[in-house]
C-alpha cells in the first residue's frame, strides 16, 4: 500500500518542483546579508562603485530608485537610519534578482518609473531630456557612468552630491 501511495504522490511531487519559478542568480560576490551586514555590503559597493574609473559613453539611459528621509525636500517622513537600513534592505532585495520596476513602485520616493537619459556634453542636452549630467544630482551621474548596461548600483546620501538621500540605480542603455 505504501509503494502505492508513493508511486502515486512522487510524480505530483516533482511536477509542482519543477513547475515552480527559478530565481535569478545573485551578482557574484554579493552575499545574502542580515541587518548590519546588509549596511555593511551596501556601503562597500557603493564605495567600491565610486572607486571605478568612468566610462567614456556620451549617453546613458538609467533607472533609479530614490530612498529619502524626511528634511531632503521628497514627502518622506522616516528618519535618516531608517530611510539608510530601507535602502540597504531594497539594494540587497534587487542584487538577489526581485523585479527593480517592482520594487521602484512600492518604495520610491521619486516618480516611478524614475528612467532617466543623461549626456555628457551639455550641447546635446534638452529640456525635457535626455539631460546633462552635470545639471543632475551629482552622484546620479558618478554612478551612471561607472556601471555597465543592467548592473545596478548605489549612491549613497551625501550633503553635496546626494542630498535627497541614497540612489539605486541601474543602467539600462
Given at each position: 500500500m505504501r509503494s502505492f501511495l508513493l508511486a502515486l504522490c512522487l510524480p505530483a511531487?516533482?511536477?509542482?518542483?519543477?513547475?515552480?519559478?527559478?530565481?535569478?542568480?545573485?551578482?557574484?560576490?554579493?552575499?545574502?546579508?542580515?541587518?548590519?551586514?546588509?549596511?555593511?555590503?551596501?556601503?562597500?559597493?557603493?564605495a567600491r562603485l565610486a572607486a571605478l574609473p568612468e566610462h567614456k559613453a556620451p549617453r546613458v539611459e538609467v533607472q533609479h530608485l530614490l530612498i529619502s528621509f524626511a528634511g531632503t525636500g521628497t514627502e518622506a517622513v522616516r528618519t535618516k537610519q531608517e530611510a539608510?537600513?530601507?535602502?540597504?534592505?531594497?539594494?540587497?532585495?534587487?542584487l538577489a534578482g526581485e523585479d527593480f520596476d517592482?520594487?521602484?513602485?512600492?518604495?520610491?520616493?521619486?516618480?516611478?518609473?524614475?528612467?532617466?537619459?543623461m549626456v555628457a556634453d551639455k550641447s546635446e542636452a534638452r529640456k525635457d531630456g535626455p539631460y546633462w549630467r552635470k545639471g543632475m544630482v551629482g552622484a546620479f551621474g558618478n554612478v551612471a557612468w561607472r556601471l555597465e548596461v543592467g548592473e545596478i548600483g548605489i549612491a549613497a546620501h551625501d550633503e553635496a552630491d546626494s542630498p535627497y538621500g541614497w540612489h539605486i540605480i541601474k543602467r539600462l542603455k
Open positions: 511531487l516533482l511536477a509542482l518542483g519543477c513547475a515552480s519559478e527559478t530565481k535569478p542568480e545573485p551578482k557574484p560576490g554579493f552575499e545574502h546579508a542580515q541587518g548590519q551586514d546588509k549596511l555593511k555590503n551596501m556601503r562597500d559597493d557603493a539608510e537600513n530601507l535602502a540597504a534592505e531594497v539594494y540587497a532585495r534587487l517592482e520594487l521602484i513602485t512600492r518604495y520610491t520616493d521619486d516618480s516611478p518609473p524614475g528612467i532617466y537619459g
